[in-house]
């Protein structure tokens, strides 16, 4: 029988309270404050973008001691409103904007969290590197492999801690499972397997009218101009203009750990295969299935999940590893390993070492007190997200590409290299 780790409830409320991560936002509070180089001064942060992920942050770093909640900002004045009073019931104060801008422009303001959709992830997290404040941007880092590039060397020229919200790596189980295939537990890895549910149509939205909270013109802003409709807001993730669907939403996310676990981040050539829905308004495909290449593995993306699973019970997301004398199967509450035995020894000293994950947002604090480079650094998830870009150029041109990692250029292929960028929408410009 393959040995079996889940976290239980018991687990939970033990990880939390030791500040270890769990899956949903970026906080569960309780770092050692006074063990961290300058925590005595709260880090000021301004939250950009305060959707279901921004709300999420919000709350969990309005209502922590080592930070101070002093602006919130959203193209949505309601959201944005309701975003300072979630402050003041913290007990704090912030000013309310809808252009950020604003928010980059105060000296009072430390560090900002970028929980916009995808297509503005990569505009505020340049300039605020420019602006001397430190970064926590959720994911897919970017929309175009072109973006992350800038990105990156933004970070590093201004000297900034850019956490990426590829948050698993900081779940203890996971970190565990990376410990395992990394030590050679499952022997030389040599296929993997990550899957989510397949997309749908959206059918076909009636007009609408902008609704009089919202700055339409400003939340396209780089992307192209359309009219107004609710699914373009609400489920921005379906179409390309701002986002690259599940394989960038969820696949990031899994992605990111099969590179963890294998050690390589980079595919040398990409493959796939898929189609459209064929009943509505959104242009992300329905199915897909991608082959990466890397230099000692090969990774397969399945949209919908495979069936049957290689490993583990009917789950809708998973990360699977192959090797040589085994198998291990993990996702965001438990792994399984094949053989058992391969988990009956600690991690030895000798072997992969990670050790227990802490909160993400925790680990974003102290590494803005250390200057230390984060668990999900920019250049991590970077790599993270332009792996599932690459495979949706391969799904949309149809045809198989050649990869060099060091240029990160599509070799011979002009036109899949213009896909790594596009023009942005006046005044924006990258």
Not at 87 to 101: I, L, M, N, P, T
Not at 250 to 273: K, Q, R, V
Request: aromatic letters at 10%.
């Amino acid at each position: 029988m393959p040995k079996r780790r889940t976290v239980t409830r018991r687990d939970f409320l033990q990880r939390l309270a030791a500040g270890a991560a769990v899956a949903g936002t970026a906080w569960t509070h309780a770092a050692a404050r006074a063990q961290v180089p300058g925590a005595d001064a709260p880090v000021r942060i301004g939250h950009i973008g305060l959707g279901g992920m921004g709300s999420g942050h919000l709350n969990g770093f309005a209502r922590n001691p080592r930070c101070r909640v002093v602006a919130v900002c959203d193209v949505h004045l309601g959201r944005a409103e309701s975003a300072a009073g979630v402050v003041e019931a913290a007990g704090g104060s912030a000013d309310v904007y809808r252009d950020f801008r604003h928010v980059l422009d105060r000296d009072d303001v430390d560090a900002v969290v970028i929980a916009t959709p995808d297509h503005w992830h990569a505009l505020p997290t340049i300039m605020a590197c420019e602006a001397g404040k430190d970064v926590y941007c959720e994911k897919p880092l970017h929309l175009f492999i072109d973006e992350g590039k800038t990105m990156v060397a933004a970070a590093r020229r201004y000297g900034r801690v850019v956490q990426v919200g590829t948050q698993q790596r900081n779940q203890t189980h996971i970190r565990h499972a990376v410990e395992l295939v990394r030590s050679g537990r499952i022997g030389k890895v040599h296929t993997c397997h990550t899957w989510f549910g397949g997309g749908s149509g959206g059918g076909w939205p009636e007009p609408e009218a902008i609704p009089p909270e919202l700055d339409w013109d400003m939340w396209l802003g780089p992307a192209p101009w359309v009219p107004y409709h609710q699914l373009r807001f609400g489920n921005f993730r379906m179409f390309w203009d701002y986002s690259g669907g599940r394989l960038t939403d969820w696949g990031t996310h899994l992605i990111d750990i099969i590179h963890w676990g294998t050690g390589e981040d980079a595919p040398l050539s990409i493959e796939a295969t898929g189609r459209y829905a064929n009943d509505g308004v959104y242009d992300m495909p329905e199915t897909m299935t991608i082959t990466y290449q890397y230099p000692t593995y090969t990774m397969i993306w399945s949209q919908p999940p495979p069936d049957p699973l290689p490993l583990g019970e009917n789950r809708e997301y998973g990360m699977y590893f192959e090797g040589s004398d085994g198998r291990l199967f993990v996702d965001r509450e438990k792994y399984i390993i094949e053989p058992e035995d391969a988990d009956d020894e600690p991690i030895g000293e000798d072997e992969f070492v990670l050790g227990p994950g802490i909160s993400h947002g925790d680990d974003w604090m102290n590494c803005i007190a250390s200057r230390e480079r984060p668990t999900s650094d920019v250049a991590i998830g970077h790599r993270s997200t332009s792996a599932p870009h690459l495979g949706n150029i391969a799904f949309r041109l149809g045809r198989k590409l050649s990869w060099d990692p060091v240029a990160e250029r599509v070799i011979g292929d002009d036109e899949a290299n213009r896909w790594l960028n596009r023009p942005y929408r006046a005044p924006w410009h990258l």
